[in-house]
Nanobody
Framework: QVQMMESGGDLVQAGGSLRLSCTVS????????MGWFRQAPGKKREGVSC????????RYGNSVKRRFTISRDNAASALYLQMNNLQPEDAAMYFC?????????????????????RGQGTQVTVSS
């Protein structure tokens, strides 16, 4: 049974930073690309970032480029998202997800159905 647990969400002021974590069990973590997605109330789920199975390649949504950094620790089956210079528009529930492939497809951000979601998410709130 695949399980994912996201953590690290909090209330921060605009310009602040947070580091999200996701621990995964029940699947061969190192065999799959992993992604972070977010969803704000009343909005569609949005792809934030994706990282390949080895961690060598990463993709980012346009709105978070140069502010967010995705990383992974395959030995610990853990995924991370370092978020800097947070803005009110970054406020959302953040979810980690496992891709069905080793690499992040060019369409990863609009193909959340290609990912497996199993966590409850972690809430990020940004005050202006």
């Amino acid at each position: 049974q695949v399980q994912m647990m996201e953590s690290g969400g909090d209330l921060v002021q605009a310009g602040g930073s947070l580091r999200l974590s996701c621990t995964v069990s029940g699947l061969p973590f190192a065999d799959y690309a992993m992604g972070w997605f977010r969803q704000a109330p009343g909005k569609k789920r949005e792809g934030v970032s994706c990282i390949s199975d080895t961690g060598l390649f990463a993709r980012y949504g346009n709105s978070v480029k140069r502010r967010f950094t995705i990383s992974r620790d395959n030995a610990a089956s853990a995924l991370y998202l370092q978020m800097n210079n947070l803005q009110p528009e970054d406020a959302a529930m953040y979810f980690c997800a496992a891709s069905r492939s080793r690499n992040c497809l060019p369409t990863w951000s609009s193909s959340s159905d290609e990912f497996t979601f199993r966590g409850q998410g972690t809430q990020v709130t940004v005050s202006s």
